[in-house]
């Protein structure tokens, strides 16, 4: 009968100076951040400790308690086309902090001369600032960002403004310039709360605020097999994390952030750059716009995940080729790293331990396309003068599910009642083009790209009486 995990179980476990404090207890920075700690610790002495604090009052820290930080990160997937699954004990989380529960000990945090380092992911609404968050003595700001201009406050008070008791601050919440927010906001609570200009100057000149973007599938705790898993380990483990192989953390800031937290001297897949946007453009572009392009095309003819419509022999083919030939050429980067990251996300999507079904992705597609794939075919068309086929037979793909009586759509209410509206009405050319001139879908008039309308209206066509892999076959 495997031991319940907890530091007496384990007596191995790593005692560490803190050098992070982590807002986030959750399923992601423990199979991400968390785990680069634990590489870095081993393969160039980074001796780093983990203090997590608890971001909101209700969360997992009471299990991380009591298996006194230690837990169990489990990689699956292809590894350059071989199946990796290896199972390791993450050691590197030093202290826990409630700070609902325990205030006095996560302001104690501020007096670590060690400190060097703030990870967080509060999610996408975490990194916020309200004008009437204006806690009382001994209060707990209500934000993260407040919480956080109230540790360094009494920071820069305990080491008297010293220039090295500065912080360099590495946000992972899915927010485009996640750093820079985070800096504006903190700077918004000082002059708010009147904390003088002494502290705000600290803040700009000795606090350090990188940009961040971060990538890998995280599917979370293994709940149907967990017993078998616990059988493999040995111990009997509340917080297993399973992950995908592939993993990526690009770090836009200042030198300052890369000395303190040398992460790509690991073996780690971190890229410190000048500029994120072009890495941003090209996961939403490739990874997220090809999750996008696939979904209506998979569903129409009857398939069900993702892993099925890559390793389809047709579809898949034409997957490859979309990305290939009309996403990566519109994207500022080098042609060899754009075609490394397409390859490894093409091997992320056959990742045979992960079972990612297309119609949970189809979820607000209208949407979606406007974000992920319609700036691809603009700049697709621009560049070359000639408009993207393979992108836009999958919005016309998109358009014939949506048209779908059996397809339940899940998107916003607008979307839904304009095609329950339609659904009985013939896809002809007058309906497609009043279709795609609406504004509110799409965020423009699409009939005013030449010759879109009457592509997708062909496309519609075809698909009237042919299925999708059938269209792919004879068109493309």
């Not at 996640?178 to 600290?202: P, Q, R």
Request: with cysteine; net charge negative.
């Amino acid at each position: 009968m495997p031991q319940p995990l907890s530091a007496k179980t384990f007596s191995n476990k790593s005692i560490l100076p803190v050098k992070i404090l982590q807002f986030g207890e959750g399923n992601f920075l423990r199979a991400f951040s968390d785990w680069c700690i634990q590489k870095m610790n081993a393969e160039i002495g980074f001796n780093g400790g983990i203090a997590v604090v608890q971001p909101i009052e209700n969360g997992l820290l009471h299990l991380l308690e009591n298996q006194d930080g230690l837990y169990h990160h489990m990689i699956r997937g292809l590894n350059n086309g071989v199946k990796y699954d290896e199972i390791e004990l993450i050691d590197c989380i030093q202290n826990t902090i409630n700070p609902f529960e325990q205030p006095d000990n996560y302001f104690q945090q501020a007096k670590n001369p060690e400190l060097s380092i703030v990870i967080s992911n509060t999610t996408e609404a975490g990194i916020q600032y309200l004008a009437d968050d204006i806690p009382g003595s001994g209060q707990l700001a209500k934000t993260f960002p407040g919480k956080l201009t109230q540790l360094l406050k009494m920071r820069f008070e305990h080491f008297k403004g010293s220039h090295d008791s500065g912080l360099v601050f590495i946000p992972c919440e899915l927010i485009e310039n996640n750093g820079y927010e985070l800096k504006e906001c903190i700077l918004k609570y000082a002059a708010l709360w009147n904390l003088g200009t002494g502290f705000e100057s600290w803040i700009e000149q000795s606090n350090y605020f990188a940009n961040t973007l971060v990538d890998r599938i995280v599917p979370g705790f293994p709940k149907d097999e967990i017993e078998a898993i616990q059988e493999r380990i040995g111990f009997e483990d509340q917080l297993v994390v399973s992950s995908e192989v592939f993993h990526l953390w690009v770090i836009q800031g200042p030198k300052e952030v890369k000395e303190r937290f040398p992460a790509d001297k690991a073996g780690l897949n971190v890229k410190f750059v000048d500029d994120i946007a072009p890495y941003r453009t090209r996961k939403v572009r490739i990874l997220n716009g090809a999750h996008t392009c696939m979904v209506p095309i998979g569903l129409l003819d009857g398939i069900e995940t993702v892993r099925e419509n890559v390793e389809h022999e047709v579809i898949g083919a034409f997957i490859q080729q979309a990305i290939d030939e009309e996403i990566a050429s519109t994207i500022d980067l080098p042609e060899e790293e754009l075609k490394a990251f397409s390859d490894e996300v093409i091997e992320r999507f056959k990742n045979p331990f992960i079972r990612h079904e297309l119609k949970s992705i189809a979820l607000n597609s209208i949407s979606k396309f406007r974000v992920r794939v319609l700036p691809t075919i603009k700049d697709y068309l621009a560049d070359r003068t000639e408009l993207p086929t393979k992108l836009l037979f999958s919005l016309a793909c998109l358009i014939r599910l949506y048209h779908d009586s059996n397809f339940k759509i899940t998107d916003d209410q607008i979307v839904i009642d304009y095609f329950h509206k339609i659904q009985n009405t013939k896809l002809d050319e007058q309906l497609v083009g009043e279709l795609l001139a609406r504004e509110a879908f799409w965020g423009e008039d699409l009939t005013l790209i030449k010759g879109l309308k009457e592509l997708i209206s062909k496309y519609l066509g075809l698909l009237e009486t042919h299925s999708a892999t059938e269209v792919v076959k004879e068109v493309f």
